[in-house]
């Protein structure tokens, strides 16, 4: 299972960070990804980070504003986004990528990779 949580309204140029709680699989073994949709839009990658932390990926738009860290010892992920914009209104989906014991290589934003899926985390930037 995947909880994410930490959504909220927010000011544009304020700060939220999100977190994914894992539970149910070894969490070391996965890499973990944010995606989220806004409203009539389809689901983008966000972020995402390898299992054992050594790797990221964050897309254009977040580049610079958003940082994702691993907790391998609290089965936590964290997305610290910051100077949020309006257009980074949206609902927020971690999800889990399955990539071996002790593999800890590159990632991919490509959801059709992705295992487990949380529920979303709503968040909301008004400018």
């Known amino acids: 299972q995947l909880q994410a949580s930490g959504g909220g309204l927010v000011q544009a140029g304020g700060s939220l960070r999100l977190s994914c709680a894992a539970s149910?699989?070894?969490?070391?073994?996965?890499?973990i990804g944010w995606f989220r949709q806004a409203p009539g839009k389809e689901r983008e990658g966000v972020s995402c980070?390898?299992?054992?932390?050594?790797?990221?990926y964050y897309s254009d738009s977040v580049k610079g504003r958003f940082t994702i860290s691993k907790d391998n010892t609290k089965n936590t992920v964290y997305l610290q986004m910051n100077s949020l914009r309006s257009e980074d209104t949206a609902v927020y989906y971690c999800?889990?990528?399955?990539?071996?014991?002790?593999?800890?290589?590159?990632?991919?934003?490509?959801?059709?990779?992705?295992?487990?899926w949380g529920q979303g985390t709503q968040v909301t930037v008004s400018s």
């Open positions: 999800a889990a990528d399955f990539a071996g014991p002790g593999f800890d290589g590159l990632v991919t934003i490509d959801e059709r990779s992705y295992d487990y």
């Open positions: 149910g699989f070894t969490f070391d073994d996965y890499a």
């Open positions: 980070i390898s299992s054992l932390h050594s790797s990221t």
